[in-house]
Structures are given as C-alpha cells and as structure tokens.
Nanobody, 125 residues
Framework: QVQLVESGGGLVQAGGSLRLSCEASGRTLSRYDMGWFRQAPGKEREFVAAISRSGSTTEYADSVKGRFTISRDNAKIAVNLQMNSLNPEDTAVYYC??????????????????WGQGTQVTVSS
C-alpha cells in the first residue's frame, strides 16, 4: 500500500504561483508513473499533468500547458507541480496519484492505483 501525501496548497492571488509536492511516506516513487488531478466543486476530477517513472516523459492538460510544470526530484522521493500564472479557474482540490502500470492514458483516472487526500488551491481574482 502506498500512502501519498500532498502539500503546498493555499490561497494565492491571480497571477501568482504555488508549488505542490507529493511524497509517499517511507518509500521512493521511482516505481510509479505519477499524475496530478484536480476537482472543483460540482465538477468531475480532471487530469492536470503526469510524469513517467523515468521522468523522461511529461504530459499536460491543455488548460495548464505553459503555466504548470511537473517534475521529480533527483532521488524520486517527491513529485512536484510548479504552478505559475494562476487564475481563479485553477481553484480546486489537487490530488496526487500513482500508477503501477506503465500502460494506459495518463489522463485516465482508472490508470492510477493510489491517491492522496488532496490539497486545496484557491486563487482569488
């Protein structure tokens, strides 16, 4: 069982930045493809970004492309999401997810085996 813990959420003004981190207590994340998803009130959970277990491949939702960057640290202990130029439409609970399989679309919620509890990101206008 992998327990994922997100951190770094908070309140920020439009145009500002936040950096989210996801760690698995007591273990490396190098075995997993990792993804970030978000869910706004009344909406379905949606894909934000993903990174392969090697770190060589990244994918982004069109809505965040050019503003968000997903990365792994050198020890592959944490996966980070740098969010720049935030706008109120980015307000949501952000979830980190880990997938054991290297197959399947990174955007697909069903690909992922483990999920964090989420961290709230609120962007004020």
């Amino acid at each position: 069982q992998v327990q994922l813990v997100e951190s770094g959420g908070g309140l920020v003004q439009a145009g500002g930045s936040l950096r989210l981190s996801c760690e698995a207590s007591g273990r490396t994340l190098s075995r997993y493809d990792m993804g970030w998803f978000r869910q706004a009130p009344g909406k379905e959970r949606e894909f934000v970004a993903a990174i392969s277990r090697s770190g060589s491949t990244t994918e982004y939702a069109d809505s965040v492309k050019g503003r968000f960057t997903i990365s792994r640290d050198n020890a592959k202990i944490a996966v980070n999401l740098q969010m720049n130029s935030l706008n109120p439409e980015d307000t949501a609970v952000y979830y980190c997810a880990a997938a054991e399989t290297p197959y399947g679309g990174s955007w697909f919620v069903g690909k992922y085996d483990y999920w964090g509890q989420g961290t709230q990101v609120t962007v004020s206008s």
